[in-house]
């Protein structure tokens, strides 16, 4: 019987504080603007398809990619429902194309 009550306010303390420990609040929604700064690229393919894959990204609005000074600029919308841009992905399509990448910055739009 003891167990039954035990068992009974186990269940309803983790169905209440689960109920308050999952909920996150949501961040508000901002742009955001990334400059890499880019080595290796020596062909008009590498700077097609990364700026194709790039732009396939859910988060990015537009990809510049200025294969002169080796500089490529993206602009994403991140927070809310978008999450955060994933410079995972980044990498790995750098990587693809045989680009390397030197350093990068992030800076806020307002």
């Known amino acids: 019987m003891l167990?039954?009550?035990l068992f009974t306010i186990l269940?309803?303390?983790a169905i209440f504080?689960?109920?308050n420990t999952f909920s996150q609040e949501v961040s508000p929604e901002r742009n955001s603007e990334y400059t890499f700064t880019l080595n290796k690229i020596k062909f008009q393919e590498q700077v097609d398809s990364v700026t194709f894959q790039t732009?396939?990204?859910k988060?990015?609005?537009s990809c510049k990619l200025d294969w002169l000074n080796y500089k490529m600029v993206v602009l994403v919308k991140e927070g809310g429902t978008y999450g955060v841009l994933s410079l995972e992905k980044i990498k790995a399509i750098l990587n693809?194309?045989?680009?390397?990448?030197?350093n990068?910055?992030?800076k806020e739009i307002k």
């Not at 693809?96 to 030197?102: D, E, F, M, P, S």
């Open 17 to 19: 504080c689960s109920k």
């Open 104 to 106: 990068f910055t992030k």
């Open 11 to 13: 269940c309803f303390t």
């Open 3 to 5: 167990r039954k009550i």
């Open 59 to 61: 988060e990015v609005n």
């Open 55 to 57: 732009e396939a990204i």
């Open 96 to 102: 693809k194309n045989n680009v390397a990448l030197i």
